[in-house]
């Protein structure tokens, strides 16, 4: 089982819908939480991160931790077409030496049509 | 500040030859890391480096790859020979030290635009 799984889609939706996406991972060790957002050709950009179970909020963005399920979702409200990219969960331990490592999902591909 | 940068852009060559990636981390991050994307298996990291000496390099696939941080302004990548099966994008990322910018959070890696290498 892979650290970190997360469903590739791709996902297609209207313009004004509210999207849902979804990583789980098996190492209880993680401690963030983040979310990258990655445009065709180019590099991922953080966009949210959490650090224990409950929500976040950042204007149309959720970003949902559950530690007891290892379970954490993105929510997009009122998605536009410029929120059409790939969106790539990562999660990080401090190691020994007290530097960090991200673990990646391979990303969900996401087109809002207009 | 320009970011991190990383050339060539893309790369095209062809099985057996030697390949170089280069980057050039955001001024005063102290952390470098290498990954490599692929649709197969997403984003993986190879090998990070922390104050110009390699921290964990499990990430690097075979003796075929090896990576440098001769000083805090430059890093490199190199693959000799290279494979078809070495053909993704690589990714340059930085970042300062733990917590900084984020607060109270980890630390955010800057990626770079990557470098697409492509081995016929």
């Known amino acids: 089982q892979k650290e970190v799984e997360q469903d590739p889609g791709p996902l297609s939706v209207p313009e004004g819908a509210i999207v849902s996406l979804n990583c789980t991972y098996s190492?209880?060790?993680?401690?963030?939480f983040m979310w990258y957002r990655q445009y065709s050709r180019k590099g991922p950009e953080l966009l949210m991160y959490?650090?224990?179970?409950g929500n976040k909020e950042d204007g149309r963005f959720t970003a949902q931790v559950d530690k007891s399920s290892k379970y954490i979702s993105l929510f997009i409200r009122d998605s536009q077409p410029s929120d059409s990219a790939t969106y790539l969960c990562?999660?990080?331990?401090?190691?020994?030496?007290?530097?960090?490592?991200?673990?990646f999902g391979k990303g969900t591909k996401l087109t809002v049509n207009p | 500040d320009a970011g991190v940068i990383q050339s060539p852009r893309h790369e095209v060559t062809e099985m057996g030859q030697e390949v170089t990636l280069r980057c050039k981390p955001i001024?005063?991050?102290?952390?470098l890391f290498w990954y490599r994307q692929t649709m197969m298996r997403g984003l993986e990291l190879l090998i990070y480096?922390?104050?110009?000496?390699?921290?964990?390099d499990s990430g690097m696939p075979e003796d075929r790859f090896s990576a440098k941080m001769p000083n805090a302004s430059f890093s490199t990548l190199k693959i000799q020979p290279s494979e078809p099966r070495d053909s993704a994008v690589y990714f340059c990322?930085?970042?300062?030290?733990?917590?900084?910018?984020?607060?109270?959070?980890?630390?955010?890696?800057?990626f770079g635009p990557g470098t697409r290498l492509t081995v016929l």
């Open positions: 190492n209880s060790a993680f401690q963030y």
């Open positions: 959490t650090y224990s179970s």
């Open positions: 990322a930085t970042s300062g030290p733990r917590g900084d910018g984020l607060a109270g959070g980890p630390s955010e890696q800057f």
């Open positions: 001024s005063g991050h102290d952390y």
């Open positions: 990562a999660m990080s331990a401090i190691t020994q030496g007290g530097s960090e490592k991200l673990v």
């Open positions: 480096f922390n104050n110009n000496v390699p921290i964990d």
